[in-house]
């Protein structure tokens, strides 16, 4: 006999699942339990306590929490978390769990409250408790439950007379329900969401199911609300159902119909519906809105939306999922502040309040069920509980737990039936068993490939090519014609695409593209919104963020954790910039013919909100400014140009952009909340005037009087080695083809046979080493310098010429020529081509740096849409991104010229000239600074780990590869690619 926490029937003992209203949003009284309980750990479910006994002297533990994050971050005094993907850390043998199985004994006392209303009934209720449990008042066994992302309630009534009552509530951390809870996360137990206690007046509201359409024909919403229950009760009086805002009355179970504006995540307007039944009132915020397909087009309120969104787990990197109401809220606003429209409650039902911050500020959602099994993909699926009859009911009862909880949010367009679970009977009979509850919302389920038993075609991480195809509707076909037919007339979304792992993703702008280019995709959403970095103190005290492994696991997935747009502390990434770029509501985008297109993203917004403000300007100067008198239509678009009597200076030292914003100037009231003042809707710009060519150089190197040469500010020994530059040892010059592998580096994307970071290796471009070939002093007096740059074991390798030559008339600057060509065999990618040269500097960190060129943020060849060209200004410390996992990070495109400021008021200016890979023109150069070797960023677990070392590295770059997503998904994109080719840089370089 399985133990009962092996047991795979739906919890027991328990109120039947109810459509229950919102927390807050009734008359009735109730009272929350959260706080402080008493609690002790067991290794085993059988701790031998008895129920009845209170746990005075236990220890004391938050809920909700979880208990491995009791001490965090200093100490974990009841198990450590536990990092594991798609492996489960257990035997595969359902429904069985091994028998060390911590477990929890929880305890609280509590009375009802002196004012607490005669008569109805009270349950107490657990919004999620991970993983099983029971619950015993006054040491008496009421309830068995499960499901850690649902809710649970059990009935007290009768059994709450007068004085304290114990409540003992006995968690485990395994059970035959963790086959079915392999999402992709940390292993954390306990009562981590609130416990209440609610009193159910008779002739209440238990079961309130809303139902608000909105027809875009002719602009009336019509509105039922049910209140079953209560009319099933004896003696109960129907509910009245008002929405006061619009003056209509209604009783529950009759339609109305009435003009309103409808919802959308554009403009979230919810109107207050007052349930009551003279016992009880409920007052929801309900939105009017209908979701549709038709034409295989997903329609909100008849018109077309494209989903630009995250998949969201919830993370907090000292609670872990015990989120807070003002995470929840920090997650919507920075969501709503980087144009994300959607989310994808990944992979469960999230905390309710989240939801009605959804409906609140406007974000679309797929609700996802409680559910994934990815642990049995490596059994080939078999045993797989989706396709077992025993767990058909525990599956039902999971996805419909959902449905009755969620349903009347407006936020949610799509019910998801779970993640990674396979195929199987149980598809089917979940979505019947939603459909049956509510057939207002179209059902999503990726892991059902043909899609027989839902009504989008859903993949993750598809590469572009294939979803061009889909978006053409000439994909390859299914072997069963009908379901091909059928699949075939769907919407498309990618529920997860563009891995934000690290350095990434890349390459999301060219699946927005397309995403525009085809009615038929309805978007997706990114892979994954934040990083689960737990908050660990290391044994100097000093804090970071932790990923699998660093809690000692035995089985672990490592930094496969840390894959979010956000830092564990919720800094954006470049990588969400970059989101907020593509994803803009008001894109501007640079057309080869010099002319920017505007086009208005939104379905259901003009852009007369918005402010098109241009800026003409060099370096850190404005040179005019000015706004352009246009609205455009939703899903609109214009062409649009500097106007024609704008002056344009000559070209000089920094090339001239006209940068046109998209500025929201009056924010609806829906944005006025959270809405910050020149809030910008979408970017683009042109370059209207190139930088003026350095001058040629014309000066002779000297001979230095103890030995080697002197050209400008740059010493040479007599090899030909730079050792000095700008007043300070030089301990490296060479060509470079290198970099700190990232994380997408690191594997073989779709189609790849090695990652690029195989080849790269392979290629020894980890242990380049250079070899000088010959130096003289040219007849025009520049001093040339020839080496071959290779690494060990290949024939293959870089020819490079250095001619430095001094600066005519400014003797602290010199000119630099790089010819770099590749020799041997290059079939694969390099990951940059350019010099690195190392200076000695004590102070790096604090080292000041100027640029003109790509800013503020790093940005890559697939990354590049959120970078503008301008002047910006950084340290050398903030110029550095510290990617929970670190790797290469930082890079700046397009540089014409940087300046460096050293603590020691000395500076080094670095102009960049004509610059060319193979035959394609480059503007500047790619700029890199580090305060460590990439040796060491590349070594480093954590990024406290790096220390500075006393030299600066100045990475100068013709090009870098892109970074692709080939860590979940495909490898950088021929348009993004770098392969070996002959580099041309011209460089100035000058001491300040
Ligand atoms: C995909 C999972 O659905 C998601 O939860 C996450 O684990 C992601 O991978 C990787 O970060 S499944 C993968 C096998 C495509």
Redo the contacts with the bound molecule.
């Keep these: 006999m399985p133990l009962d926490h092996e047991s795979v029937a739906p919890p027991d003992g328990v109120v039947a699942p109810r459509f229950r209203p919102p927390a807050g949003a009734s008359s009735a009284a109730a009272v929350s339990l959260d706080g402080e309980w008493r609690f002790r750990l067991f290794p085993h479910p059988d701790t031998g306590v008895d129920r009845a006994e209170p746990g005075d002297g236990w220890d004391r533990l938050a809920v909700p929490g979880h208990w491995q994050l009791a001490g965090a971050p200093h100490s974990w005094p009841y198990g450590v978390p536990e990092y594991t ?2 492996l489960y850390p257990f035997p595969v043998e359902p429904p069985h769990v091994p028998d060390d199985n911590p477990t929890g004994e929880y305890r609280t006392t509590f009375s009802l409250p002196a004012e607490w209303p005669d008569g109805g009934r009270t349950v107490l209720r657990f919004e999620g408790v991970d993983s099983w449990f029971q619950v015993a008042l006054d040491g008496e066994l009421l309830a068995t439950s499960h499901g850690s992302r649902l809710p649970t309630e059990v009935d007290l009534t009768g059994r709450l007379g007068p004085g304290d009552h114990l409540l003992a509530v006995r968690v485990t951390k395994w059970s035959a329900m963790s086959y079915v809870e392999d ?2 996360q940390w292993w954390l137990s306990g009562i981590f969401r609130g416990v209440t206690l609610e009193h159910r007046p008779d002739g209440g509201i238990d079961d309130v199911r809303v139902r608000a359409d909105y027809d875009h024909t002719t602009g009336v919403g019509t509105l039922r609300v049910d209140t079953a229950a209560v009319v099933a009760a004896p003696g109960a009086v129907a509910a009245r159902v008002a929405v006061p805002e619009l003056g209509v009355e209604a009783v529950a179970g009759e339609e109305l119909r009435v003009p309103v504006e409808p919802w959308s995540a554009e403009r979230p307007r919810l109107y207050d519906v007052v349930v009551e039944t003279g016992t009880e009132t409920v007052t929801l915020a309900v939105g009017f809105r209908t979701v549709s397909i038709t034409d295989g087009v997903f329609l909100v309120n008849g018109r077309p939306v494209k989903l630009r969104g995250a ?1 969201r787990h919830e993370f907090d990197p000292l609670r872990g999922r015990a989120v807070t109401p003002e995470r929840m809220l920090e997650d919507v606003l920075l969501m709503k502040r980087h144009h994300l429209n959607a989310v994808r409650t ?2 469960y039902p999230p905390h309710p309040h989240f939801l009605d911050l959804c409906d609140r500020y406007g974000l679309y959602v797929v609700d996802e069920n409680d559910l ?1 099994t ?1 642990g049995f ?1 490596d059994e080939g699926w078999s045993g797989n509980p989706v396709d077992d009859p025993e767990w058909t009911d525990v599956l039902v009862d999971r996805v419909t737990r959902m449905v009755r909880r969620d349903g009347h949010h407006a936020s949610i367009i799509l019910w998801s039936l779970g ?2 679970a396979g195929g199987g009977r149980n598809v089917r009979a979940m979505a019947d068993a939603v459909r049956g509850l509510d057939p207002s919302r179209p059902v999503h389920y990726e892991g059902d490939w043909s899609s027989d038993h839902v009504d989008v075609y859903s993949r ?2 598809a590469p572009t090519e294939e979803v061009a195809l889909i978006g053409q509707g000439v994909e390859p076909p299914l072997e069963r014609a009908n379901a091909d037919a059928r699949r075939r007339a769907m919407p498309f979304v990618l529920c ?1 695409y563009a ?1 934000a ?1 690290g350095n990434g993703p890349g390459g999301l702008a060219d699946y927005d593209a397309l995403f525009d280019r085809y009615p038929r995709l309805l978007g997706g959403f990114v ?2 919104w934040i990083d689960h970095g737990l908050t660990r103190a290391d044994a100097d005290g000093t804090l970071f963020a932790a990923y699998g492994g660093d809690f000692g696991e035995r089985i672990h997935d490592g930094t ?1 954790i840390a ?1 979010g747009l956000l830092l564990p502390d919720r800094t954006p990434s470049p990588g969400l910039r970059e989101t907020a770029a593509v994803f803009a509501p008001v894109r501007i985008d640079a057309r080869p013919d010099g002319t920017l297109l505007v086009r208005n993203r939104y379905a259901f917004r003009d852009t007369s909100h918005a402010e098109l403000r241009w800026t003409l300007h060099r370096g850190e100067d404005e040179l005019a400014t000015g706004k352009l008198d246009l609205v455009l239509d939703a899903g609109d678009e214009a062409v649009v140009r500097p106007p024609a009597d704008l002056p344009l200076p000559e070209p000089g030292e920094a090339p001239v952009w006209w940068t046109l914003r998209a500025v929201q100037q009056s924010p609806d009231t829906f944005e006025e909340s959270w809405l910050e003042p020149g809030f910008v809707l979408g970017a683009g710009q042109l370059r209207v005037v190139d930088r003026a060519p350095l001058p040629a150089p014309a000066g002779r190197v000297t001979a230095h009087p103890e030995g080697g040469y002197q050209a400008g500010p740059a010493r040479f020994d007599a090899r030909g080695d730079l050792v000095a530059l700008a007043g300070r040892a030089v301990h490296t010059f060479r060509v470079d083809a290198w970099r700190a592998p990232t994380d997408n580096d690191r594997a073989a994307g779709g189609g790849q046979e090695r990652s690029d970071l195989e080849n790269w290796r392979h290629a020894g471009l980890h242990l380049l080493a250079e070899r000088k070939a010959g130096v003289h002093v040219g007849e025009d007096g520049a001093l040339e310098i020839d080496a071959r740059v290779a690494g060990p074991t290949t024939r293959a390798g870089f020819a490079a010429r250095y001619r430095w030559q001094p600066v005519t008339d400014t003797p602290d600057a010199v000119d630099l020529l790089i010819d770099v060509r590749p020799e041997g065999r290059w079939p694969q990618s390099v990951a940059r081509l350019g010099v690195v040269l190392v200076l000695d500097e004590p102070r790096a960190m604090d080292a000041g740096v100027r640029w003109t060129g790509l800013g503020p943020d790093e940005s890559y060849a697939d990354s590049r849409t959120a970078a503008l060209g301008g002047a910006w200004r950084h340290t050398v410390a903030d110029w550095q991104t510290r990617y929970t996992h670190p790797q290469e990070n930082g890079a700046r495109r397009g540089v014409t010229s940087a300046v460096l400021s050293f603590a020691d008021g000395s500076g080094l200016r670095v102009d960049a000239g004509e610059v060319t890979v193979g035959a394609r023109p480059q503007d500047g150069v790619e700029l890199s600074l580090r305060p460590w070797s990439d040796d060491a960023l590349d070594r480093a677990a954590h990024p406290h780990e790096l220390m500075p070392d006393g030299l600066l590295r100045l990475h100068l770059d013709a090009a870098q590869h892109g970074v692709g997503s080939a ?2 998904g495909p490898g950088v994109l021929p348009n993004a690619q770098l392969h070996a080719a002959p580099v041309l840089m011209r460089l100035r370089l000058t001491a300040l």
């Design positions: 993907n798609v999402q992709d998949n990944s992979h994934e990815h993909l993640n990674e993750m991480y997860e891995h792992m892979w994954e496969f894959d860590a979940c």
